[in-house]
């Protein structure tokens, strides 16, 4: 065994919009400029640093839009999303709690800050990704998970050194709930002061992590700072972390589906044919109904 290579760690650029309630860095592809197939089966990652929002009657958010061929995880770490789909699914997620959407064969969907966080404002601080789908399921039915803190599988870290909350996949043998198409590991790592852990992943797995609070040291010897997106090379399989004064960390890998993606807006299918087809079954109400 031996640890992963730290490839690439990514700064934050300038934050642009996704309707007018998620202030965004798009590290994946976008500011990772490699495409969506350098973290393949993970399409897209969009995150939200800490923000204040002030207090608003409407609330904030995006309206309805229509997704096909993957999925979107939203993870909340400070406020409040409400969600709708166009399959019955929905819900509110709170600091801590977890919604994985499919959008499968094709969902309409809307997002925005929950109504009392709105009311009152706050401290906003997001994480969203998008999963991609195996071709064999890309046309499965529209799936809600609705994954609260509680749910998560949870690891305490020897000698109080913090805990980890597995989302999906599985670490020291504890699984998280969520359900996935193919092998992916998604967990919220945090460590107390000193706190340490250590996590395999296989050499083909596309790994990465994002530090959301606090400064982490990778691989012994690499001090990242929040708001920092690490991107590991394709050689080794260990990944270690650790923190002087504490920290919490996005750890996220996957086996990559290594299939062609084409992608287009809210559609991510495998051919340009799909995509036609895709934006004529949305127009011709195909994906059903939800008022925006």
């Known amino acids: 065994m031996s640890n992963k290579n730290v490839e690439?760690?990514?700064?934050?650029?300038?934050?642009?919009?996704?309707?007018?309630?998620?202030?965004?860095?798009?590290?994946?592809?976008?500011?990772?400029?490699?495409?969506?197939?350098?973290?393949?089966?993970?399409?897209?990652?969009?995150?939200?640093?800490?923000?204040?929002?002030?207090?608003?009657?409407?609330?904030?958010?995006?309206?309805?839009?229509?997704?096909r061929g993957f999925e979107t995880v939203t993870i909340a770490y400070k406020g409040s999303v409400a969600h709708h789909d166009s399959s019955g699914g929905g819900g509110v997620i709170h600091p801590g709690d977890v919604q994985w959407?499919?959008?499968?064969?094709?969902?309409?969907?809307?997002?925005?800050?929950?109504?009392?966080?709105?009311?009152?404002?706050?401290?906003?601080?997001?994480?969203?990704?998008?999963?991609?789908?195996?071709?064999?399921?890309?046309?499965?039915?529209?799936?809600?998970?609705?994954?609260?803190?509680?749910?998560?599988?949870?690891?305490?870290?020897?000698?109080?050194?913090?805990?980890?909350?597995?989302?999906?996949?599985?670490?020291?043998?504890?699984?998280?709930?969520?359900?996935?198409?193919?092998?992916?590991?998604?967990?919220?790592?945090?460590?107390?002061?000193?706190?340490?852990?250590?996590?395999?992943?296989?050499?083909?797995?596309?790994?990465?992590?994002?530090?959301v609070e606090g400064e982490a040291t990778i691989q012994e010897d690499t001090d990242v700072p929040a708001d920092r997106f690490v991107l590991f090379g394709s050689k080794g399989t260990d990944v270690s972390i650790h923190t002087v004064s504490g920290c919490v960390v996005l750890v996220l890998s996957g086996e990559p589906l290594g299939e062609p993606i084409a992608a287009q807006g809210p559609f991510v299918m495998n051919t340009r044919e799909e995509l036609k087809e895709a934006y004529h079954d949305f127009l011709t109400g195909k994906f059903g109904e939800l008022a925006d």
Not at 119 to 148: D, E, I
Not at 169 to 186: D, I, Q, R, Y
Not at 188 to 198: E, M, Q, S, Y
């Open 8 to 67: 690439r760690i990514l700064v934050p650029g300038t934050p642009h919009f996704v309707g007018d309630g998620f202030r965004v860095h798009n590290y994946i592809p976008g500011e990772l400029g490699l495409g969506m197939e350098r973290m393949d089966p993970f399409l897209l990652l969009d995150y939200n640093p800490v923000w204040e929002v002030t207090p608003r009657e409407h609330p904030r958010g995006v309206g309805v839009h229509p997704h």
């Open 101 to 211: 959407m499919t959008a499968g064969s094709g969902i309409l969907h809307k997002e925005y800050h929950e109504e009392g966080f709105s009311r009152s404002g706050g401290t906003f601080h997001m994480v969203q990704l998008w999963v991609n789908l195996p071709a064999r399921v890309k046309r499965t039915p529209p799936r809600y998970q609705a994954l609260k803190n509680a749910s998560l599988g949870n690891v305490i870290l020897p000698g109080e050194g913090g805990r980890v909350e597995i989302i999906a996949g599985s670490f020291e043998g504890v699984s998280g709930p969520a359900k996935t198409f193919s092998p992916v590991h998604l967990s919220n790592v945090r460590l107390n002061a000193g706190g340490r852990v250590h996590f395999s992943f296989p050499e083909s797995h596309h790994t990465a992590l994002l530090v």
